[in-house]
């Protein structure tokens, strides 16, 4: 399987030989059309795959798969995941991060997306520092499939909301934006239909929640939003950053807060970060 | 002046200072070859390399914009074509039609689908049904979910 093309650029009497040219397409040289390939984006690349074996060679070609990777690819696989990447295709490379991998005790998830391998990260409620977290009057662990990892922290009631996180890893160079992904009220499951519950859903119109994302050279950008939008998912807008060394890794922090301890606040679920490029982040429904 | 002499043996006279833009073609010149065969390119193929070759071989300033012009409508041709052209200019080394033909080909097969492709190229499927089935489902990954939330949403 996936035979490496041979560079148009290195040129032998041997390969100009292999290179000429037959009129039926059958014996097109693969090179060729791995060029042209190259001017393709992923999903279109692998759709083409199934023409004929030319096409499936030529769609294998490594040169044609090595720009489309993130440049972080070999520590994702090395680091996080603990995966061997020699000896493998960088086609096959790429397939494998475009689905979501579980790291670090699965409470984080890193993929690509599959069109432009931008780099993306969830990291869950698990991971990051909620204060009351252990007393059940205030929060309880959910299990729900509405969440990527299968759980979500639930708010019952509290006066102080706080809710912190942080991050290193090493992002390719770039713009990124970071978003929590929060549900007002209890999602439920009756007889394969989804129920909410309401009834501990309160606080959020009197005072806006603050979030806080501290970037990688230490500034701290602040926004304030009021929750509302019931029984949807949402994935709020905190801030974006920027990584302009692609080469270490890049600490940030994050944070939900409501502490104005006039009022209480509940009926909230907390399931997860979401961290991708900026260019892909304008699909998501934000606040 | 060199003689080029096509697959179908025609032959061609052209001035040396526009062939040498076929990095293949300088080669041979410098070897002092004045006859050189091209076994791999057919006449209608060669008459288009040379109408290409003789247009970008006076690049100056003024004749910038003409030339753009002329590019794009270089590109107006059949997908069988494009390919034969780009097979012969791979062949020949003409690296300045060649970035030219291969998004301009790109674009035009990206959209189609396989049997499409097929068709037009005359190929024949040459995997058995149960390769063709293994490549669909190797190249899964490329069709799924396409929002980021995958499906939660």
């Known amino acids: 399987m996936g035979a490496n093309a041979s560079s148009i650029d ?62 972080n690819y070999k520590y994702i696989f090395r680091e996080l995941l603990g995966l ?37 990260l969830a990291i869950s409620s698990k991971r990051m520092t909620i204060t009351g977290i252990d007393d059940r009057r205030y929060w309880n662990h959910i299990p729900t499939n509405e969440s990527r990892f299968q759980t979500v922290a639930y708010l019952q009631q ?130 | 002046m060199i003689t080029l002499q ?11 200072s526009i062939l040498i833009q076929s990095g293949t073609i300088k080669n041979m010149v410098e070897d002092d070859f004045t006859f050189i065969p091209l076994p791999s390119v057919d006449t209608e193929t060669l008459i288009k390399i040379i109408e290409y070759m003789k247009k970008h071989a006076d690049k100056t300033d003024s004749k910038e914009k003409n030339i753009k012009e002329f590019d794009k409508d270089f590109m107006k041709k059949t997908l069988n074509e494009l390919f034969a052209l780009v097979f012969a200019a791979n062949y020949l080394h003409i690296s300045s039609l060649l970035e030219l033909l291969y998004p301009s080909i790109a674009d035009r097969i990206k959209d189609k689908i396989t049997e499409a492709i097929r068709q037009i190229f005359s190929i024949r499927c040459d995997f058995t049904p149960e390769e063709e089935r293994r490549i669909i489902m190797d190249n899964k990954w490329a069709h799924e979910g396409t929002e980021i939330e995958g499906t939660l949403d």
């Not at chain 1, 040219?21 to 190259?38: G, Y």
């Not at chain 1, 030529?58 to 090595?66: K, L, M, P, T, V």
């Not at chain 1, 020699?86 to 790291?103: E, H």
């Not at chain 1, 920027?242 to 939900?256: E, Q």
């Open chain 1, 158 to 287: 509290i006066w102080w909301l706080e809710v912190d996180g942080d991050l290193e890893f090493k992002f390719p160079e770039g713009t990124y934006s970071l978003f929590f992904r929060l549900h007002l009220g209890k999602a439920t499951k009756r007889h394969s239909r989804r129920a909410c519950n309401y009834e501990h859903v309160h606080g959020w119109d009197l005072k806006p929640v603050q979030f806080q994302l501290t970037t990688p050279d230490g500034c701290r950008v602040t926004s304030r939003c009021y929750l509302d939008n019931i029984g949807t998912w949402m994935q709020h807008h905190v801030g974006d950053f920027v990584v302009k060394d692609g080469t270490v890794p890049t600490k940030i922090k994050f944070s939900l807060t409501q502490i104005d301890c006039t009022h209480t606040k509940g009926g909230l679920c907390v399931d997860s970060v979401l961290i991708c490029p900026s260019s892909l982040a304008k699909e998501l429904s934000y606040c």
């Open chain 1, 84 to 120: 061997k990447v020699d000896g493998l295709g960088l086609k096959d490379l790429y397939a494998k991060l475009s689905r979501p991998r579980s790291f670090d005790a699965g409470t984080k998830e890193v993929w690509i997306d599959k069109n432009s391998g931008g780099v993306c």
């Open chain 2, 6 to 16: 096509s697959s179908d043996k025609d032959v061609f006279e052209i001035e040396q």
């Open chain 1, 10 to 71: 290195t040129k032998s009497d041997d390969q100009l030989a292999f290179l000429s040219v037959k009129s039926n397409l059958d014996d097109v040289p693969e090179a060729c059309i791995a060029l042209v390939l190259s001017y393709l984006d992923p999903p279109e690349i692998s759709k083409l795959a199934r023409v004929s074996r030319v096409f499936r060679a030529a769609a294998s070609a490594d040169f044609i798969w090595q720009p489309k990777l993130p440049s």
